[in-house]
């Protein structure tokens, strides 16, 4: 039986999500997403500029995927290499996403370590991160692609929705991080693994303590005052890094795997009715910390954003005090209309949506 990925999401990544997803104008930039990108397009790419791994090509990777997909409930992905010196991995697409690891992530890291990164990436997999990450990268990473002028022409990106997007992208790697520590059954690789990323790259022969690393993670939380945890939220939510700390993924790993919880999903145990993890928990009643059983105060992203929380049975409004009133119609066909003068759609196709949309 595979991993329940509803059991062993981070809360952060649920909270985060849902306060990006109520943020005024996030269906639009989804629908504006949607109607640009094309998954075809993305494999077509990944056949034509990166090396597919199989069967019959670097075979010692590609068989590293299938037992993990299997822990983690999901169809074996497509998984290629691309050269690129950065150690990286990604996963891309929606309906059928795929992995691609770096040269330099082969380079860098000893080879019993590629399947927790595997298993981090196949955990994104499972916990349907794969569309909105892959938007995060075309969309906000800052590389001039055409999806993100477009989108950021069509004024659909504001600060606020690319604050929270950068946000929840990181929280979520939280939860792929929890996916790759129950496949390997231990936090200690995926600890290694965020010491490596951090720049203990195979080469470097002198001897490396994982150990003081941690203890570095534990300095850094002694050195925040107040509620640590969200305080390190904070900071990913300021900073401009794409993924969270390495020291705090490394002592994140490391609370989980001491968890009642992880030990639960690990040995198939059903949980407790009071212990099921609550939709509706703000960001710090889980995960439970056997060194912090305090509950600090919720960590309120739309605060921080300057956004009112909003009821979620009533329709996206602006929560500031917006100009003239726009229908959600109205705000469609304008995208559109940016689409039409950037000669992405004809004028006639937009006078068509104009018709859908407004009824003229
Ligand atoms: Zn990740």
């Not at 009643?285 to 059983?293: F, H, L, N, V």
Request: glycine share 6%.
């Amino acid at each position: 039986m595979s991993f329940d990925p509803e059991r062993y999401t981070h809360d952060s990544d649920r909270s985060a999500l849902k306060a990006l997803q109520s943020i005024p104008g996030f269906s639009l930039l989804i629908k504006g997403f949607m109607n640009l990108w094309n998954e075809p397009q993305e494999r077509i790419l990944n056949m034509s500029t990166r090396i597919k791994l199989g069967e019959n090509q670097m075979k010692k990777y590609y068989d590293m995927l299938p037992p993990i997909c299997e822990k983690l409930g999901i169809p074996v992905p497509d998984l290629y290499l691309e050269l690129d010196v950065k150690p990286n991995a990604y996963t891309y697409g929606d309906s059928n996403p795929f992995i691609v690891l770096t040269s330099g992530l082969l380079k860098a890291l000893p080879e019993d370590l590629i399947p927790t990164i595997l298993a981090h990436e196949c955990g994104h997999i499972a916990c349907h991160h794969a569309l909105y990450r892959t938007m995060g990268r075309l969309v906000l990473s800052g590389a001039s692609t055409a999806i993100s002028s477009v989108i950021k022409l069509g004024g659909l990106l504001t600060v606020p929705l690319q604050v929270a997007f950068y946000y929840w992208m990181r929280c979520s790697e939280f939860s792929a991080d929890r996916a790759a520590v129950l496949c390997d059954g231990t936090a200690s690789k995926m600890q290694e693994v965020c010491m490596r990323l951090a720049g203990w790259d195979k080469d470097i022969m002198a001897d490396a303590n994982i150990d003081a690393f941690l203890q570095q993670a534990a300095d850094y939380k002694e050195m925040i005052n107040g509620s640590a945890w969200n305080k390190t939220l904070e900071y990913m939510i300021m900073s401009q890094i794409s993924h969270p700390l390495t020291a705090v993924r490394a002592m994140e790993c490391g609370e989980w795997a001491k968890s009642d919880l992880f030990n639960r999903i690990l040995n198939g145990i059903p949980d407790p009715a009071e212990a099921k993890p609550a939709e509706e928990a703000p960001v710090n009643d889980a995960p439970a910390s056997p060194a912090e059983p305090q509950k600090p105060e919720p960590f309120d992203i739309l605060g921080l954003l300057g956004l009112k929380k909003q009821d979620e049975d009533k329709p996206e409004q602006p929560t500031v005090q917006a100009a003239p009133v726009e229908t959600e119609a109205e705000k469609e066909l304008r995208w559109y209309r940016k689409m039409a003068e950037e000669g992405l759609i004809t004028w006639d196709q937009y006078e068509q949506k104009k018709k859908e949309l407004l009824g003229e």
